[in-house]
């Protein structure tokens, strides 16, 4: 195909997303401050908003590019917000550590399988999976009444930083079970697992909202870990400049943590599960849409 000037048109090998300008580079950190401060802020780790914007701005790369992209950013959020979240004393790390174990095998698969995933057929599955993810949201206010007082389960008792107290029951062996499917969709997906964990932790599971985001937090920094380096041996990051683009978003999403936790503190569970909810519609229709 020839240009204007007849010129043969130069024309970007799909899968490669180009330089890294510095004004590229400074406008990636601001996104992953957002992409950071709301992520932490519902337990959600930032990927599930990550992923469907870098697939609207780079239509043209490879959801295995995209997805190693997303992971990398989304474990340093996650571990930024964990540190947070440790601090303010409301993770379950009993029930996390299980479930962490349990997301291992899954976020393999996931990271391994992406590379045979079209667009054509990658984009409309996240717009789906999201807003499913937003219905189940909405119904956990709910549900999550008769999941606090289930019978069984082992009971969780403790009191975070600021006094408050929490008292529930846990169906680990159920919550390991979730948690295998969730390492594996997130890591597919490169959404990080807390936009999946969290509505599970909360409807299914019956945590409290505020246990719910922390603990979720402390999960998805050991999935994200794994999946990245997954992709990492695997030569994901090998198109365009894969690594810089990570390595801004990074940047950007350890900063939007903290802000994102501080936030959290100052919320009613209920108004962390409506924003959840109005993100994953918002982006799921945008998505399917493009």
């Given at each position: 195909?020839?240009?204007?000037?007849?010129?043969?048109?130069?024309?970007?090998?799909?899968?490669?997303?180009?330089?890294?300008?510095?004004?590229?580079?400074?406008?990636?950190?601001?996104?992953?401050?957002?992409?950071?401060?709301?992520?932490?802020?519902?337990?959600?780790?930032?990927g599930f908003v990550l992923t469907p914007v870098l697939l609207l701005l780079y239509p043209g790369d490879s959801p295995q590019t995209?997805?190693?992209?997303?992971?990398?950013?989304?474990?340093?959020?996650?571990?930024?917000?964990?540190?947070?979240?440790?601090?303010?004393?409301?993770?379950?790390?009993?029930?996390?550590?299980v479930f962490a174990a349990a997301t291992v095998p899954g976020a393999i698969a996931g990271a391994l399988l992406v590379q045979l995933?079209?667009?054509?057929?990658?984009?409309?599955?996240?717009?789906?999976?999201?807003?499913?993810?937003?219905?189940?949201?909405?119904?956990?206010?709910?549900?999550?009444?008769?999941?606090?007082?289930?019978?069984?389960?082992?009971?969780?008792?403790?009191?975070?930083?600021?006094?408050?107290?929490?008292?529930?029951?846990?169906?680990?062996?159920?919550?390991?079970?979730?948690?295998?499917?969730?390492?594996?969709?997130?890591?597919?997906?490169?959404?990080?697992?807390?936009?999946?964990?969290?509505?599970?932790?909360?409807?299914?599971?019956?945590?409290?909202?505020?246990?719910?985001?922390?603990?979720?937090?402390?999960?998805?920094?050991?999935?994200?870990?794994?999946?990245?380096?997954?992709?990492?041996?695997?030569?994901?990051?090998?198109?365009?400049?894969?690594?810089?683009?990570?390595?801004?978003?990074?940047?950007?999403?350890?900063?939007?943590?903290?802000?994102?936790?501080?936030?959290?503190?100052?919320?009613?569970?209920?108004?962390?599960?409506?924003?959840?909810?109005?993100?994953?519609a918002l982006l799921a229709v945008r998505l399917l849409l493009s």
């Open positions: 195909m020839k240009d204007a000037r007849g010129g043969r048109e130069r024309r970007r090998p799909s899968g490669t997303l180009g330089p890294v300008t510095p004004a590229i580079f400074a406008g990636l950190i601001l996104l992953g401050v957002a992409v950071g401060a709301f992520g932490t802020l519902v337990g959600a780790g930032g995209i997805t190693a992209i997303s992971l990398v950013a989304v474990f340093f959020n996650a571990l930024s917000g964990s540190a947070a979240y440790a601090r303010q004393r409301r993770i379950d790390y009993r029930s996390g550590a995933a079209p667009r054509r057929v990658f984009d409309p599955l996240m717009g789906a999976l999201l807003l499913a993810l937003a219905a189940l949201t909405v119904r956990g206010a709910s549900r999550r009444r008769g999941a606090h007082v289930e019978a069984g389960g082992s009971e969780r008792r403790f009191t975070d930083a600021a006094g408050t107290s929490y008292r529930y029951r846990v169906p680990v062996a159920r919550g390991a079970a979730y948690s295998v499917g969730v390492g594996f969709l997130s890591s597919f997906l490169g959404i990080g697992g807390g936009v999946v964990h969290v509505p599970l932790l909360v409807s299914l599971l019956g945590f409290p909202v505020h246990v719910a985001t922390a603990t979720s937090h402390f999960v998805l920094a050991n999935m994200a870990g794994v999946a990245s380096v997954v992709h990492l041996l695997g030569g994901s990051f090998a198109a365009g400049h894969g690594l810089r683009r990570a390595a801004a978003l990074s940047i950007g999403v350890v900063a939007g943590a903290q802000l994102g936790a501080r936030a959290s503190s100052r919320l009613r569970g209920t108004t962390i599960r409506g924003l959840l909810a109005a993100a994953l």
